[in-house]
């Protein structure tokens, strides 16, 4: 399938998938119907797609494919988010499959709302696509939540406003737009996820690091209701809104790759980090973890390995990643992470294994590094991306140079090749960026490496790489003061990055990582 520069398909493609997707797939004729004709009013109903019939798992990531090039929606944005309490809710599942509903729950000042469903991805660069709306609804409000006192957890524990179905919808990364009759909006992501990945780059969804740092009723991992972190929660629930828009940590961190990777064509998969299974992962060309995914529980880290290990590429976009070691309960409603109070942890001199700890930290230390390749190592910096080995095929079409600098793309994480702790050897560093961490000289480092599967492993070592997929657009994020240049060297490179992995195990048709390490590190 060809492209042009920017993403859009030659004539001559565009005709051969219409052709491809009439004849073959029969979840494409049923996906191409708009559901929604007209803007609904107060008392109106809106239409719903008829259910997918049953396909192949080669006709489901076919009919994702071909979804992209349909109209989108640029009037997804929400434009007044209003006071916290104006309007906001939460669903009672940070996923679902095609098909089942969801139930949720809303509060707002206002005596309406409705809820307007947009899948995120490409859609000629409108970046979403409305494919449900629900009638107008009456407008309640309700509590601010119960906490638990010896966690510290808040539960809101609202009343169900609504269920939402998914019948007809593409697997893929949603936001359901809560609107009230008083112009104020939020939003409620969440994840149509993929039955199967075979074949396809599966895009993992950070939901429990969007809620780890979620502030909602005045707690989150990090602080609680007095600011301190001593006063934390121990413990989070996915029974509450998110704070602030409703969706930060997504739009932040991976709207803009789901939105390059639908440009590109390539067969995509989806799920969450709650829901990686090796049923989900199976046969997967490559794994996607996006700009930030922090919180991972130790099984999930045992399946991404094996996943590897069996010849799926990985990619880790963001920095910090695998870092925190954490618990989920309550089928999955529940986030449970001690950090440094580890000694607390019901599991502490129990299941030495499954304490909240770090990772990299007692009483069953195992750093990220030995799957990752890079370890975290500080927080805030602010530097230039500095390319060492422009002839990389990463690189290929950017025209960078050696030495080559990109202000502010290293950010506000960033990640480094450690040799003392746990790495795969050999290594590849591709870009070495000095910064300053506090007043702690330190270096940044991108870095590529493949197992004996044929598995190669990309780690960007920065937090703002898919931040960067929208710097310098015209009416876009400030993006740290990033630019277009960057924006186009992060793209291009992505973008190579993607093709390559979804061909299948890139040590099989790609140069293999030369061990560099010695010239940077002592």
């Known amino acids: 399938m060809s492209e042009t520069d920017d993403g859009r398909l030659s004539r001559r493609s565009f005709l051969g998938v219409v052709a491809a997707a009439t ?13 929604v004709t007209a803007e609904p009013g107060p008392g109106t109903s809106s239409a719903s797609e008829p259910p997918l019939p049953s396909a192949s798992p080669s006709a489901t990531a076919e009919s994702v494919r071909f979804e992209r090039l349909r109209p989108g929606d640029p009037g997804w ?12 809710g939460y669903c009672d599942q940070a996923s679902v499959l095609p098909g089942h509903p969801v139930e949720l729950r809303v509060s707002t000042t206002a005596d309406r709302f409705r809820v307007t469903a947009y899948r995120m991805g490409w859609y000629g660069g409108a970046e979403a696509r409305r ?29 169900r406003s609504l269920t939402v179905p998914t019948a007809g919808w593409p697997e893929g990364a949603y936001l359901l737009r809560l609107d009230s009759a008083k112009g104020h909006q939020r939003y409620v992501p969440l994840v149509v996820r993929s039955t199967d990945a075979t074949g396809r780059t599966l895009l993992v969804h950070a939901a429990t690091t969007w809620q780890a740092y979620n502030q909602w009723g005045g707690y989150s991992l990090y602080y609680g ?12 629930s996915f029974d509450r809104p998110y704070d602030k828009n409703g969706a930060e940590k997504f739009l932040v961190h991976e709207r803009a790759m789901v939105v390059l990777a639908e440009r590109l064509g390539i067969p995509l998969a989806y799920t969450t980090n709650l829901d990686l299974t090796p049923e989900s992962m199976r046969g997967a060309a490559s794994i996607v973890f996006l700009g930030h995914d922090e919180y991972w529980t130790p099984q999930a880290r045992r399946q991404v390995t094996r996943a590897r290990d069996a010849g799926s590429n990985i990619a880790f ?7 925190r070691r954490i618990r989920v309960a309550n089928e999955g409603r529940l986030v449970i992470c001690y950090k440094d109070q580890y000694a607390s942890d019901p599991m502490y001199g129990r299941r030495p294994a499954e304490v909240t700890a770090d990772f990299r930290s007692s009483p069953a230390p195992d750093p990220e590094s030995s799957l990752t390749g890079v370890y975290y190592d500080g927080y805030p910096a602010d530097a230039p991306y500095v390319v060492t080995n422009p002839h990389h095929w990463l690189f290929e079409g950017t025209g960078v140079r050696r030495g080559d600098a990109f202000p502010h793309l290293v950010g506000v994480e960033y990640d480094r090749v450690t040799p003392s702790v746990p790495t795969p050897r ?4 591709l870009a070495h960026s000095p910064l300053m961490c506090g007043n702690r000289p330190s270096f940044a480092d991108s870095a590529y490496y493949t197992t004996p599967s044929g598995a190669g492993v990309f780690a ?3 937090m703002r790489w898919v931040e960067a997929l929208m710097a310098g657009r015209p009416g876009g994020p400030r993006a740290h003061d990033m630019n277009a240049r960057t924006r186009k060297f992060v793209t291009k490179t ?22 560099n390490v010695h010239a940077f590190y002592a």
């Open 426 to 429: 050999p290594i590849e560093i």
């Open 77 to 88: 944005r929400a434009r007044s988010y209003g006071p916290a309490e104006a309007i906001e």
């Open 131 to 159: 494919v449900w709306r629900s009638e107008w609804l009456p407008g309640r409000r309700q509590g601010r939540g119960d906490l638990d006192g010896a966690t510290r957890t808040v539960h809101a524990n609202w009343r």
């Open 23 to 35: 004849a073959g797939a029969s979840a494409c004729a049923n996906t191409a119907a708009e559901p």
């Open 460 to 462: 960007t070592g920065t």
């Open 494 to 515: 992505t973008a190579n990055l993607l093709r390559a992995f979804a061909r299948g195990p890139a040590g099989e048709h790609r140069a293999a990582p030369r061990d």
């Open 317 to 323: 976009l963001g920095a910090n990643t695998c870092y």
């Open 225 to 236: 209701r007095d600011g301190s972190y001593g006063a934390r929660s121990l413990a989070v």
